[in-house]
């Protein structure tokens, strides 16, 4: 496998990065993950704005334009032989001489990508969905922010996973947020709903783009609170992901979601991603 570490590309397992690197020290860090089909970049300049939010909210500044991270990828992927393939890329506030929590002031940014094989998506004729356990969302104030500080994350998912479920649905004061690395879909009284943007969630890409779609042909999709009884007694619910695409959740805590199966709006949300897709 294939990596790119500040300027070069080189087989991942030579890459060298200091343990004093700061996404190692703190997390202090902003990532992307960016899906690419048939070589090429899905949704490339929206996933470059979120990065450029994600940097400006912990205030590093973006070392390259969008122009030269389009080419790095460009020159990464096509170095890794193009497919279906999931970029991941991270910029840390660097390598300071001394640990100190404070932004240090000879440090650049490192920059780091590579490139992982993307799990095959569930398709429409999809027999059994996903599994979830609802869990009370204990991360920090600014979720909107992709960082590579990502304990929480990691322990509500770990904590899915040990429950023989999936994923982790979020619950903040009574409302929906999100999944430990995904956002949500509700469906309601034949009514599609995903929880409004806020701080307390991520401004997913494929969120964005899922909501696009539905209403562009028609299907109503509402942006609003959704409390912990809607989510209970949706018909449908589904996780959406650069990584899962659009991927219905048919147990919630082991209790079955509507009939128990993928449902029809799904079904015809995932062919329409597919659609777009080809
Ligand atoms: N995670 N919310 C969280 C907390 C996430 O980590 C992710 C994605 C999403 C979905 O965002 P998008 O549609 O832009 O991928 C929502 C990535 C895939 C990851 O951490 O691997």
Redesign the pocket.
């Known amino acids: 496998r294939l990596c790119y570490l500040n300027g070069e590309i080189l087989p991942l397992d030579e890459a060298r990065i200091s343990p004093m690197d700061r996404g190692f020290l703190f997390g202090d860090g902003a990532y992307e993950?960016i899906p690419a089909y048939d070589g090429r970049p899905f949704r490339l300049p929206e996933h470059l704005r979120r990065l450029d939010q994600t940097l400006e909210g912990i205030r590093l500044p973006n070392p390259h334009s969008h122009a030269e991270w389009a080419a790095m990828i460009a020159r990464l992927l096509e170095a890794a032989g193009g497919g279906d393939a999931g970029v991941y890329l991270q910029v840390t506030r660097g390598v300071p001489e001394v640990r100190d929590h404070a932004f240090p002031l000879d440090a650049r940014p490192t920059v780091f990508m590579t490139v992982s094989p993307l799990p095959a998506p569930l398709g429409p004729e999809a027999g059994e969905g996903a599994s979830a356990i609802r869990l009370r969302d204990n991360r920090w104030g600014r979720c909107d922010l992709k960082t590579t500080a990502l304990l929480p994350?990691v322990l509500l998912r770990q904590e899915a996973i040990e429950a023989g479920a999936d994923e982790a649905l979020l619950l903040r004061d009574g409302q929906l947020t999100?999944?430990?690395?995904?956002?949500v879909f509700v469906v309601c009284n034949n009514e599609v709903m995903t929880p409004r943007q806020s701080p307390n969630?991520?401004p997913?890409?494929?969120?964005d783009f899922v909501v696009e779609l539905l209403r562009e042909r028609g299907v109503p999709c509402q942006c609003s609170a959704i409390s912990a009884d809607q989510l209970a007694r949706a018909d449908e619910i589904w996780l959406?992901?650069?990584?899962k695409e659009v991927l219905p959740v048919t147990r919630l805590d082991g209790e079955p979601v509507g009939d128990g199966r993928p449902g029809a709006f799904w079904r015809q949300a995932r062919t329409w991603f597919d659609e777009y897709k080809a």
């Open positions: 993950v994350n999100e999944g430990a690395a995904s956002n969630l991520l997913g890409v494929t969120r959406t992901s650069s990584t």
